[in-house]
């Protein structure tokens, strides 16, 4: 399976569940994509088969308000069906609410409120040590949400015990709700404040790009010492060009016009993302690569 024309098959499916339910938060979902289908499909160990085992990897989506986009990519993995939560989400009494929780099947934690999720990986991966257990625990932060001083007490615990098997994975979109994250509030140097508590850091420069992201988790993953923050520096609302780095997508809803042009835009994309693998694979048989 190639991995770009998946991802924007995802934006494709994330737009029309965004269309129609009227709600979600568009802009993040377009930018993290990548990165949690490159978790999911190249680099953890959670499949529905293995969840309820204690080695399977945990996953926990700190900034939980781009849970359509983990629906959709858990909908693919098979957890659930994708067309149930396009059709229910945040819908009186579905599931499918508009931030994680632990009802729907593949979600480890209840999130949303945001500046929490790392502190609860700093305790999964804690726990796996002390019980000499293989699994491996990653966590997504929004940039905005780096403004959550909770954020820096758990980045110096992992720091303090060495959780070389803890990843945190910051979307820096240069965005969040009301404006630029450096208008809001400047934190500074993203990866500096990591090193500042003993991280290992890894900056990948075009985090929307799932070959960049995977090589990013290889070397994570075989770190020892230090926890590893990947700062994947992405494009808010990417794929679609007229949400591309606009705060007014945060949380847009999409008239049918708007609706209709995402989804030209995307099927071409896919489209021209299929030829392109198509042609590679025919160029390796006949040896020209
Ligand atoms: C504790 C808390 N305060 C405020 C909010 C409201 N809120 C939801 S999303 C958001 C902005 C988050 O920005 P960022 O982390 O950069 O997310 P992204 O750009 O990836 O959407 C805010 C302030 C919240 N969910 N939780
Ligand atoms: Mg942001």
């Known amino acids: 399976m190639n991995l770009t024309s998946k991802t924007y098959e995802l934006r494709r499916d994330i737009i029309d569940m965004v269309y129609r ?5 568009v802009g993040g979902d377009l930018s993290v994509i990548d990165i ?9 160990n959670v499949t529905p088969e293995n969840f309820a085992d204690g080695e399977r990897d945990r996953f926990l989506l700190s900034k939980g308000h781009c849970v359509d986009a983990l629906y959709m990519v858990l909908g ?17 009494q579905s599931r499918y609410i508009g931030h994680p929780n632990t009802e729907v099947p593949g979600i480890e934690i209840n999130s949303g409120s945001l500046g ?20 491996r625990t990653y966590v997504v932060l929004g940039d905005g949400e780096m403004a959550e001083g909770s954020n820096y007490e758990a980045m110096m615990a992992a720091g303090h015990y060495r959780l070389d098997n803890l ?17 809001v509030m400047d934190g500074g140097d993203m990866g500096a404040r990591f090193r500042t508590f003993g991280w290992n850091v ?42 591309e780095d606009r705060k007014e997508w945060h949380h847009g809803v999409l008239s049918k016009e708007q609706y209709e042009c995402a989804v030209k835009e995307l099927t071409e994309k896919i ?15 006949t040896g020209n690569l």
């Open 167 to 183: 990843c945190a994975t910051v979307d820096v979109n240069r965005l969040q709700i009301s404006g630029t994250t450096k208008e």
């Open 116 to 135: 929490h999720g790392l502190a609860l990986g700093v305790g999964m991966a804690l726990a796996a040590k002390m019980d000499h257990k293989r699994y």
């Open 202 to 243: 890894i900056e990948v420069s075009d985090g929307n790009d799932c070959g960049q992201l995977e090589e990013a988790y290889r070397l994570a993953a075989s770190y020892r010492g230090k926890p590893t923050a990947v700062i994947a520096n992405t494009q808010k609302g990417r794929g679609v060009s007229f949400m």
């Open 36 to 44: 949690l289908a490159t978790l999911y499909f190249r680099v953890m």
């Open 21 to 25: 339910s009227g709600a979600g938060h």
């Open 76 to 92: 693919e993995k098979g957890f659930f069906d994708k067309e149930e939560a396009k059709n229910t989400f945040s819908a009186y």
């Open 271 to 285: 489209e021209s993302w299929k030829e392109a693998e198509c042609d590679e694979s025919n160029n390796q048989q």
